[in-house]
């Protein structure tokens, strides 16, 4: 009785619990990041990435209860994923010479681990906790972030992991060329949010333009770092479990020629 | 790394990487400071500057935990128990499963 009763506990209990505080608590300071700050997008346009969001989260979250039947072992995958998502966007990283902080967003990784659809509502929860308890991002600019760093993160990080295996590239690189593109395109996103809700009467390219070249002090150099780690980690994942990835995106792990014994 | 592919997409990786330093360099004088000063996030040196100048200013969060030493504690405490939810996952997703094959052989 005992045991079972440990048993559900593990099961039920520690592995929701766990990973749900573990993204309530992680919080450095709310100002080291590209959410968007609550109250500084118009409704109007609030409103246009909240629908833009809630498409995808719909998507994702179909996806997730398709995928959790079919694939035993997802749900370790998505508490990783979860968990490192939610760690990596709110670490602020300084970047020496531009003499400021941001950080990675940690999509493009959780893209690769567990498909983009999912990714995106995995960000989606990091972002909405963050929004609600630690002071960074907003409720009503929480829309927005998600286009950003949850969707966009993601399918750009997705895509170029894809892209980048379609060309025989090796495990790591793919993954490198994900992060750093993924963690740019997120950026270029909140510019492109920021400079359509707020260019007025000036240009909305030419503010695009000057938030974008704001941003490229300091998210350029975590572009690479961002590139490391989702290489690092999912050379990792494929050396020690090949399965895991093969299963998520089969075509992305044809066998490839290989000079390495062993794989990529 | 025989493969065209291979020597092509990882050539580009170096050209992406070479251009980022380059503009991380050369732009990180316009770098704008906020009122964080130094070591400040881009939050509040590019989006919330952008946002005042275009006559937005942000509002409070609706659960201010920004008090005293009380995100301190949400941080210290966060670290913990987020480190412990990654370590968790990652040994039932890796270890155990290695060690699992390594019984089995």
């Given at each position: 009785m005992l045991n079972k009763s440990a048993h559900w506990l593990r099961n039920h209990i520690v592995l929701t619990l766990v990973p749900v505080l573990g993204l309530l608590f992680l919080?450095?300071?709310?100002?080291?990041?590209m959410h968007i700050t609550e109250?500084?997008?118009p409704a109007n346009w609030a409103a246009i990435w909240y629908v833009i969001a809630i498409i995808f989260l719909v998507i994702g979250i179909w996806v997730i209860r398709k995928r959790t039947k079919e694939v035993r072992g997802l749900v370790p995958l998505l508490g990783v994923a979860g968990a490192v998502i939610f760690l990596i966007s709110v670490f602020p990283v300084p970047v020496p010479v531009a003499g400021s902080c941001s950080h990675p967003c940690g999509t493009p990784l959780g893209a690769i681990l567990v498909g983009p659809f999912i990714s995106t509502v995995l960000g989606a929860l990091a972002l909405l906790i963050q929004a609600l308890f630690?002071?960074?991002?907003?409720i009503s600019t929480w829309g927005a972030n998600i286009v950003s760093m949850a969707l966009v993160g993601s399918f750009a990080g997705f895509g170029a992991f894809i892209l980048f295996r379609r060309f025989n590239a090796p495990i790591f690189v793919a993954a490198f060329a994900a992060g750093l593109l993924g963690d740019w395109a997120t950026y270029a996103t909140t510019s492109f949010e920021l400079a359509s809700a707020l260019h007025g009467t000036s240009s909305l390219w030419g503010m695009f333009g000057a938030i974008a070249v704001a941003f490229a002090p300091t998210q350029l150099p975590l572009g690479i770092l961002e590139g490391l780690f989702t290489g690092g980690v999912v050379t990792l994942v494929y050396q020690r479990r090949p399965e895991l990835l093969s299963r998520i995106i089969p075509k992305a792990f044809k066998p490839v020629p290989s000079t390495v014994k062993g794989g990529d | 790394m025989k493969s065209p592919g291979k020597i092509i997409t990882t050539g580009i990786v170096v050209v992406f990487v070479a251009l980022a330093v380059w503009g991380w360099l050369a732009l990180s004088r316009q770098a704008p400071e906020g009122?964080?000063?130094?070591?400040?996030?881009v939050d509040v040196n590019v989006i919330e500057k952008y946002a005042v100048d275009a006559g937005r200013e942000p509002r409070e969060p609706?659960?201010?935990?920004?008090q005293g030493d009380l995100l301190l504690f949400v941080f210290a405490f966060g670290g913990a128990v987020g480190g412990f939810a990654a370590g968790y996952y990652w040994r039932r997703l890796i270890a155990e499963k290695t060690e699992r094959r390594r019984d089995a052989t």
């Open positions: 919080c450095p300071t709310p100002a080291y990041a109250g500084i997008l630690l002071a960074h991002g907003g | 009122d964080e000063g130094p070591w400040g996030g609706f659960i201010n935990t920004d």
